[in-house]
């Protein structure tokens, strides 16, 4: 069996005691005061905390049942026009496709031409 060289803290690992060693519980504003040049320096760089974040946005609810339409339709859209859109679906009683085909049935109504 071979030993290990000895690297010098034999002795300091005797004495170790862990229960000396506590967890930082301090809140942000009390460890401010600890390093207040690189607070600073962090707050003239524009660097915002992670532990005063907002709350991210709620999503919205989903749209999904069985219809039959298999092909997808990807558009780029304000969002007004999004809202105004799933509005008409929601009054309606519809689903995003079938909305669709109603919009497409009275462009081609309304305009025969095209």
């Known amino acids: 069996m071979t030993t290990r060289p000895d690297l010098g803290f034999g002795a300091e690992l005797e004495r170790f005691d862990p229960a000396e060693w506590q967890a930082d519980t301090a809140k942000p504003q ?4 600890r390093a ?44 007004e026009t999004i809202d105004a859109f799933c509005a008409i679906a929601d009054r309606q009683g519809w689903g995003l496709g079938e909305t669709l085909e ?4 009275l462009l081609e109504r309304d305009y025969p031409e095209i």
Not at 30 to 33: D, K, L, N, P, V
Not at 102 to 105: D, E, G, L, M, S
């Open 30 to 33: 009390e460890r401010a005061g």
């Open 102 to 105: 109603h919009a497409v049935a």
């Open 36 to 79: 207040p040049a690189a607070i600073k320096a962090a707050e003239a760089v524009g660097f915002q905390s992670r532990e005063a974040a907002p709350p991210p946005p709620a999503r919205k609810e989903q749209r999904r049942r069985r219809t039959g339409r298999s092909a997808q339709f990807n558009l780029k859209v304000k969002p």
